[in-house]
Every structure is written in C-alpha cells, then in structure tokens.
C-alpha cells in the first residue's frame, strides 16, 4: 500500500501531492498549488515527471485536486495548471487528467450575485465584475491575508470557468459547496483512500452568508468610508476565517490532517461534530500539516495538546514571519519530548535556530526535517515507499 505525503517547495504557500494505492496502480490527489511561479518550478516538473513514470503518452491521471481556499498562495499554481491544460486540448502532450475539483469560489460562499446588493456607498470598491464575482480591491483591508482573499476573488471565478471548460466534475458529492455534513460518509476514492471533510461547517457558511446579507443592509445605510470599513471588518473577521477546506485523510489505518489555512478552534469543533473528538479527549494522527504556514494565530496549547501527531509539516519560507517563534515555542512546549519529527519545506532562518537550540535542552527529544536543494518537495511514507 502507497500513503504518502509530498509537500513541495512552495515559496510561503502550501502545494501538497497525496500519493495512495499500489505500486502497480498509484494514485494521485493534488491540493493546492502555490503561490505565482511554484507552477513552473515545482509542480508542473514534478507532474511531469510522474506522468512519465506513470502513464508515459497519456496524461496523469489526478483523482481529485483540492484548492483548500482563495488565498494567493494556495490557488495560484491550480489556476497555472487548469490554465495550461487548457493551452493543451487537443495536443498530445496533455500534462494530467482531473476527475473532480473541490473549490468553494467567494460569491458561492457569500450566495450572493445580486447586482442591486452592493450598496453605492461603497462606490468601485466592491463591485460586480462581468461574470458575476464579488470584487474587493486589496487596499480596502487593514489584514494582509484578508487583502489577499479580496485579491484572488476574481482568480476564483477564472478557475471556476476553467474547470467547466475543461469538463471537471465540480465538488463530488457535495454538490455546491464543500463543506462538513456529519451524515455524510467519508468520501472513497479507491485504493483505500478516504477523504473526510472537518471544515468548513455547512452551519458556519449559512451564517456567514446570513451576516453577509445583515451587512450589506447596513452598508447600504452608511457614507462611503464608513461602507468601506465595515467590509474590510467583514472580511478581516469572518471570510478568512471560517472558509478552509479541511480533511482527514486515512489509508490502511494511517491518518493524515490537512488543515490549510484553518483556525484550531474551527479543526477541533469539526472533529467534534463529526464524531472524531469526544469531550475531553484526543486525538492522534500520523502527519497533521500545520495550519496557515505554523501562523501563532491559527493554533493553540488545547489544539496542540488535543491533535496529536507523530509527524508535523509546515510549508512556509519566512514570508510574514512563518513559521512563528510563538508557534515553535508552544509547540515545544506541548509536544517536545514527544519523539515526533517537524519537517519544513524550507530552511527558515529563524526556524533552524530555534531547533537547534531547544534540541540541547534536556528532554526535548523530538527531530527535524528540512526539505535540500535541489530536491522539489519532501516526502512522508506512511505506507510502502516508492521511487518516481
């Protein structure tokens, strides 16, 4: 059995191949992809290759590609590569076949297209664009993540139309938006490979759409840069937030947690709803990617203490201090002596000091990993390890 995790290098976003099945029948996921200029240095070489070892003259076959949430640096490299496939129809060269996009576009998750809805106060900055989509220039908002949604809500739109152009089957079985729904049995994707969605709560993407709505009533109300600063409020507070895909992966009793850019209390209640987490207990999974780059403002002592792993990724490069010292710290504090192994996809200056100075401490005897040039990405074998 293959049950492998490769983070490539992704600059300070997240770009993830989820390798499962058999040596002689591989499979593949793909989620995310990077920031702009990790397609072509990254991911389009490492599909590629791939490709050539596993379907020589025929596109790769890709079960599902994930983009966790609209951020730059997670749904740039998708959009490259639907781009390219795109230039490719018709060719016989054609890089990768996807079966299912999972991808929850901003106005989806707002369920609001409505021209007569975006109050006049807020002038050009929130608009309507021609195909329908939200728009929010980034200098509306104080929050740099937040400017970075409301940059890429256009992107999201574009993948959208790329995806239907190219026939991929939007959000199976969802249907609209993926989302946790505890009824729903985890999804198969053959060769032992389950995916079980943990976030966002359908509930909490009801709200937000309910907030949204309250909001623009009082937008309507207020002059324009009272407007202005109460969607930035908006999106600072709750899209960022509250919208990340999160799934548990699980293979021949192995778990992976892949949190994207989730926030620890959302994690914790979604594996409380769906039945993973009991009151006061825990949970321990073989590799947990660390949410939002190892960002101190997406973990906590109880998320920490409560998820426990024997293997911790976190795909960052420094880019807006990520990983955190706070976040390394805590996690020393929490899960120090613990045996477990951190992997970093890139030799973060900070990062490297800091391990290598709380690994002489008495009782710290965890290890780190750290992705070498002029290796693409790092790899965690769960399963049977495999060469391509």
Not at 320 to 329: E, G, R, S
Not at 374 to 388: H, M, Q, T, V, Y
């Amino acid at each position: 059995m293959i049950f492998t995790l490769e983070a490539l290098e992704a600059k300070h976003g997240d770009a993830l191949l989820l390798h499962y099945g058999t040596k002689k029948a591989p499979k593949l996921v793909v989620i995310d992809g990077g920031p702009q200029g990790v397609f072509d240095a990254s991911l389009r070489p490492r599909l590629e290759a791939l490709r050539d070892k596993r379907s020589p003259g025929k596109p790769l076959p890709v079960r599902l590609l994930m983009v966790s949430h609209i951020d730059d640096d997670h749904i740039r490299g998708v959009l490259d590569l639907t781009d390219h496939l795109l230039e490719q129809q018709g060719s016989e060269t054609l890089l990768c076949d996807i079966t299912t996009l999972w991808h929850n576009s901003f106005d989806e998750i707002l369920g609001n297209n409505e021209t007569d809805a975006i109050p006049a106060s807020l002038g050009s900055s929130v608009r309507l664009s021609a195909t329908g989509e939200l728009t929010f220039p980034a200098n509306l908002f104080r929050d740099e993540g937040a400017a970075a949604v409301a940059a890429n809500v256009p992107e999201g739109r574009r993948l959208r139309g790329n995806a239907e152009a190219l026939s991929l089957i939007p959000n199976d079985p969802f249907g609209d938006l993926v989302s946790l729904r505890p009824k729903q049995k985890p999804l198969a994707l053959g060769g032992n490979l389950k995916l079980r969605v943990i976030g966002p709560g359908r509930a909490r993407l009801e709200k937000l759409e309910q907030d949204w709505d309250a909001k623009l009533k009082t937008l309507q109300k207020k002059e324009a840069a009272a407007a202005k600063a109460l969607a930035a409020e908006f999106m600072d507070d709750s899209v960022y937030n509250l919208s990340s895909i999160i799934v548990l992966a699980e293979a021949g009793g192995k778990r992976m947690l892949l949190t994207g850019d989730g926030l620890a209390d959302d994690v914790l209640a979604g594996l409380r709803e769906v039945g993973l987490l009991k009151a006061g207990g825990t949970l321990h999974v073989d590799i947990l990617k660390m949410p939002h780059h190892g960002s101190i403002r997406n973990v906590s002592e109880e998320f920490l203490s409560t998820v426990t792993a024997d293997h911790y990724v976190i795909s960052a490069n420094g880019k807006y201090d990520n990983p955190d010292l706070a976040t390394l710290k805590l996690f020393s504090k929490v899960r120090g002596d613990s045996g477990c192994t951190v992997h970093l996809t890139n030799a973060v200056p900070h990062a490297v000091k800091f391990f290598n100075a709380d690994l002489k401490k008495a009782g710290k005897n965890y290890k780190f990993n750290i992705r070498q040039d002029p290796a693409r990405s790092l790899r965690i074998d769960l399963g049977e390890p495999f060469k391509d």
